[in-house]
């Protein structure tokens, strides 16, 4: 037997110096939430670990974050109910909770990487990434609201926009308006291929943005294609997307490998707030090893194509050193 590849794994040298795939905090966006509020911290009980922050800590969660060696940040709002209307009228509006939080965190932190989330859900009033009329989500009236949110945050210094609404040709409207606007160094990081999945409910429940009648499957993917992201993605790459991301992770590692190999874009993973959540159970559980289990996780997102990983496990992985 002339190959044995045992050979190459007798010892961890060995193991390490033969290694494909590495994982540092350079490929790690930690999502945050915001509130309103001063010295606000509250957590999000399907989230072990993970909280809101009022934007004074806020920015004291993102400077012990840079000192671990993490940069990137997403972030997104907890909007009271009073606030939210049909046609998301306070995503743009001056001095919102959002719109504030950006411009202190980029003036206090202005190496920080600011992602800003586009999307109406979480200022709506009926729940929904777009506008609803008599049950039907209307596409291109939705882009008007999605560029007027993304022009307000490039102004209040957002480093890279990422839509996660759906809505067709919304990356070719807001690169359009971005670059007639002054903010052609604004990157785009697209949500290319979201599923309509049964991974977000943590999320929905840290920002209170569940649909309040009926759901997403009119503009977010079937969970059974794969091809169909090609053509999302296609239409991405020619709009303008300077990254394509995959949403969910886990139960989506061959879309993250399918997009990897066709298009030369980098891409995105988003390991959702139910992968976060099914960990965290089975680890305070006893059922697995925790640091060996979301180690593995992150790893897979990298094996598969994935550059850049927004994951609620970010920080934790830095302070723990389990990243070494």
Not at 72 to 80: G, H, R, S, T
Not at 249 to 261: A, E, M, N, S, T
């Amino acid at each position: 037997m002339l190959q044995r590849p045992r050979r190459n794994r007798k010892s961890a040298v060995i193991r390490d110096m033969i290694q494909e795939n590495h994982l540092s905090a350079a490929n790690l966006i930690f999502p945050l939430f915001i509130i309103e509020g001063q010295n606000q911290k509250t957590e999000v009980s399907s989230m072990p670990g993970i909280y809101r922050h009022s934007i004074d800590n806020l920015l004291r969660e993102i400077e012990s974050c840079m000192k671990l060696g993490l940069y990137a940040f997403d972030l997104f709002p907890n909007i009271d109910d009073s606030l939210k209307d049909k046609y998301a009228t306070v995503s743009y509006k001056k001095d919102n909770l959002y719109l504030r939080a950006i411009e202190v965190v980029k003036k206090n932190f202005p190496e920080a990487c600011i992602v800003t989330d586009v999307a109406m859900d979480p200022y709506s009033s009926d729940g929904h990434d777009g506008i609803v009329e008599n049950g039907i989500i209307l596409n291109d009236e939705t882009l008007v609201v999605l560029g007027k949110m993304a022009l307000a945050h490039a102004e209040a210094g957002a480093d890279i926009i990422a839509p996660s609404d759906m809505m067709d040709g919304r990356i070719g409207y807001i690169r359009q308006l971005l670059d007639e606007n002054g903010f052609a160094h604004v990157s785009l990081m697209s949500y290319t291929a979201k599923y309509a999945s049964a991974f977000y409910g943590p999320f929905r429940d840290a920002l209170n943005s569940a649909p309040k009648a009926g759901d997403k499957k009119t503009y977010q993917m079937n969970p059974a294609n794969s091809r169909e992201a090609l053509i999302e993605a296609h239409l991405d790459a020619q709009e303008g997307a300077d990254f394509l991301m995959v949403k969910p992770g886990l139960p989506y590692l061959d879309i993250i490998k399918l997009l990897h190999d066709n298009f030369d874009l980098p891409i995105a993973a988003y390991n959702v707030s139910g992968e976060y959540a099914m960990l965290k159970a089975a680890a305070q559980n006893g059922w697995l090893d925790e640091e060996r289990a979301i180690m593995e996780t992150l790893m897979s997102f990298r094996r598969a194509g994935a550059t850049s990983i927004l994951t609620y496990h970010a920080k934790e992985v830095l302070e723990k050193k389990w990243l070494v």
